[in-house]
Structure formats: structure tokens, C-alpha cells
């Protein structure tokens, strides 16, 4: 067919053939990532392997050149293609080294997001999991109708619940004594202090951890998860042991540090987004010709912005009331922008290029600590 026969019809017949062969080629790509993940298994290597990474993608960047398509494109495609054979690997990996073994779970809580999450997770390393939850059950586990009418003789016991009810859990927890590994996953542990160190003054196995991430995070690499040792070493290591196979960085810390350095990763960034989504939704008439407007760093912001606005609003005053330290990063925000606000209005230039130069020197430090760190 010449060119000039040529209908926009048969180009377009053309281009869902060529998607065709791309989803066939990614879905052999799964395929090959699963081997891969099985090869290291055998030989002990790591599941993420940065060197390589980078030696692909110059390689795809390069090639991208040759064949008139922009690299970054390349790099961008490639990176997603990567980061699906990472899942695709951590999830075989969870597979195959957990240690659930038929062990019992009860997780409580286990029909909200994260405890679904976790009801995923370890039903995916062996475990028999029970969901005692009056939302509703999650299909991977067994149903529990009141948590308080099983045998307790679980080898974990997951609070999944809300943090204001946690607290109360732990502490009814403890005067049962489980034989098991008791732990929280709150975003905050000044709320369920009491109730740990009830748990802790009972001879029980307590931790703590907080997942540094949503319920809808599949790929773990990057990602952390920290641990609040509070003095059981079995428990702790037997919680941590759970996220061995996963490529999650693990940090453990005490109870007051934690929830120190979460009212600025939390409560702070949650504060700053809801600050700048009631000024826009607050500045009257403007609002609705900002929507005909763009710069990247607004649609950045916006994004963002967005997604806090999604999330669920009783969590997130939970993370700003119920920290003990969650003053101190409100009252660093609040002296933040009136330091902003003084400098633009008293027309004191030097103030205002102090401030941005002071936070790009901060950003490129911790930019580079990060960096070593990869």
C-alpha cells in the first residue's frame, strides 16, 4: 500500500498493534523478572541492584539517541518497566522468605486501609490470618467477631484500629497476657503510651512500628518502616523479621523520638498542605480563575495539595492533636511565615534572600545524605 493509500484508519490499526506487542513484551518482561528473582534467591544476591540500574539506563538513553527518541522518554518508560519487575521481585521475594508457616495472625482493625494491607501481607508469607474488625472482613483472612472471644494464642497480634480506640485495646490486651508479639501500627505512640507500657509492666512481647507509607504502596524499595524499641528485643526482632524479604529501610528509635520527628514529617507537611488549600479556597472570587492558570511549581503544590484534601480528615487531626510534640512544629511553621510575611512587607530584601538561600543550603545537605545513603 502506498503512501498516498494510506487511511487514518489503517495508521490507527497500526498503532494498536505496535500497543499490542508492547504489552506483550512487557508482560514477557514479568516473566523474566520472576526468574530473576528466583536466581537471586539462590545465590544470595540483593533484590535491588542501584549499579545496574544506572548502567541500564544510560544504555537506554543512549540507544533512545540513536533511534530519534528522546532520552528522557526512554528513562521515564524505562523507570516504570523497573520499578514493576521491582514489585513483581519483593512480592516473590515476601513469598518465598516469609515465615508465616501456617503461624496464627489476629489483626484487629484488619477491614480498615492499612490493616487490609496487612492482612495482604502476611497472608502472602504463610500466615493463617484473622480479621477481627466490626467494618466488615477483608477476603484473605477468617472472620473474628470480637477479638475478645478468640484464644488470644496467636504468635501476632496486629492493632490496625484507629488511634483513638488503640490505646484502650492495649491496655485490655495486657490483663489478658497473650503469649504472642503484640504490636501497633499508629501513626503516633504518645496516644497509646500507657497502653504499651502496660502491655511492657505485664511481661507481654510488645513493639511498635509505623509504616511509612499509604495502603495503596506496593513496591516497598525507598520506603520506610520504623520500629519503637521498647525494650522486648524478641518482639522487636520479630516484627522487624517480617519486613527482612521486603527492600523497605528499617529504622528503629525510642517512643519520644518518634513521635518528635513525626511532628515534622507529618504533622508539618500535613499543616503546611491545609494551610495552602484554605488560603486558595478562602481567596473569594479568585479561586475559581486560579483553575484557568498554571506555573509547575503551583501544580506541583497542587498536586500534593490534593491528595492530603482526599485523605481522611479524622487521622490527620489525630496526627496534629494527640502528639505530644506536635506544638512545637505548628509554632515552627506559624514564626516560618510571619518571618515570610515581615520581610515582604517591610521591603527587607536581604531577610528575604537569607531565608532562601539558608533552605537551599538545608535541601542540598540532606539532598546529599540521601544520595550516600542510595
Not at 485495646?169 to 507500657?197: Q, Y
Not at 499543616?271 to 484557568?292: D, V, W
Request: glycine letters at 8%; charged letters at 25%; one cysteine or more.
Amino acid at each position: 500500500m502506498s503512501g498516498d493509500d494510506t487511511t487514518l484508519e489503517d495508521l490507527r490499526r497500526r498503532l494498536n498493534e505496535i500497543d499490542r506487542r508492547l504489552l506483550a513484551a512487557v508482560a514477557e518482561r514479568k516473566e523474566v523478572s520472576r526468574e530473576v528473582a528466583r536466581v537471586k534467591r539462590a545465590t544470595g544476591r540483593a533484590t535491588r541492584d542501584y549499579e545496574r540500574e544506572r548502567e541500564v539506563i544510560l544504555g537506554v538513553r543512549a540507544a533512545a539517541q540513536e533511534l530519534g527518541v528522546s532520552p528522557a522518554l526512554a528513562e521515564d518508560l524505562l523507570r516504570l518497566l523497573i520499578r514493576s519487575s521491582l514489585t513483581t521481585q519483593e512480592q516473590a521475594s515476601v513469598a518465598a522468605g516469609g515465615a508465616g508457616s501456617g503461624r496464627r495472625v489476629l489483626v484487629i482493625g484488619g477491614a480498615g486501609l492499612m490493616g487490609r494491607w496487612f492482612v495482604d501481607f502476611l497472608s502472602s508469607q504463610g500466615f493463617a490470618v484473622e480479621v477481627a474488625d466490626p467494618a466488615g472482613v477483608h477476603l484473605a483472612g477468617t472472620r473474628v467477631d470480637d477479638w475478645r472471644k478468640t484464644d488470644l494464642l496467636h504468635d501476632f497480634i496486629v492493632l490496625a484500629t484507629p488511634l483513638a480506640a488503640t490505646d484502650a485495646i492495649l491496655r485490655d490486651l495486657a490483663l489478658r497476657r497473650p503469649p504472642g508479639v503484640i504490636f501497633d501500627i499508629g501513626s503516633l505512640k504518645s496516644p497509646l503510651r500507657a497502653g504499651l507500657m502496660a502491655l511492657r509492666s505485664h511481661g507481654c512481647k510488645v513493639a511498635s512500628a509505623h509504616p511509612m507509607f499509604g495502603p495503596d504502596t506496593e513496591l516497598l524499595s525507598g520506603r520506610h518502616v520504623i520500629f519503637v524499641d521498647l525494650g522486648c528485643a524478641e518482639a522487636l526482632e520479630a516484627v522487624r523479621a517480617l519486613f527482612a524479604p521486603t527492600m523497605a529501610e528499617q529504622v528503629v528509635m525510642s517512643l519520644d523520638d518518634h513521635d518528635r520527628l513525626i511532628a515534622y514529617v507529618l504533622g508539618l507537611s500535613h499543616a503546611l498542605n491545609i494551610a495552602f488549600f484554605t488560603a486558595l479556597a478562602g481567596s473569594g472570587e479568585a479561586a475559581p480563575r486560579l483553575a484557568l492558570l498554571s506555573s509547575t511549581t503551583f501544580d506541583a503544590q497542587l498536586d500534593v495539595a490534593s491528595r492530603v484534601a482526599r485523605d481522611n480528615p479524622e487521622l490527620y487531626y489525630e496526627i496534629q492533636s494527640l502528639n505530644d510534640y506536635g506544638a512545637e512544629s505548628l509554632e515552627a511553621l506559624a514564626q516560618a511565615v510571619e518571618r515570610i510575611r515581615t520581610a515582604v512587607l517591610s521591603q527587607d530584601h536581604d531577610t528575604f534572600v537569607a531565608l532562601m538561600r539558608r533552605g537551599r543550603e538545608y535541601l542540598a545537605d540532606r539532598k546529599s545524605v540521601t544520595e550516600r545513603r542510595a
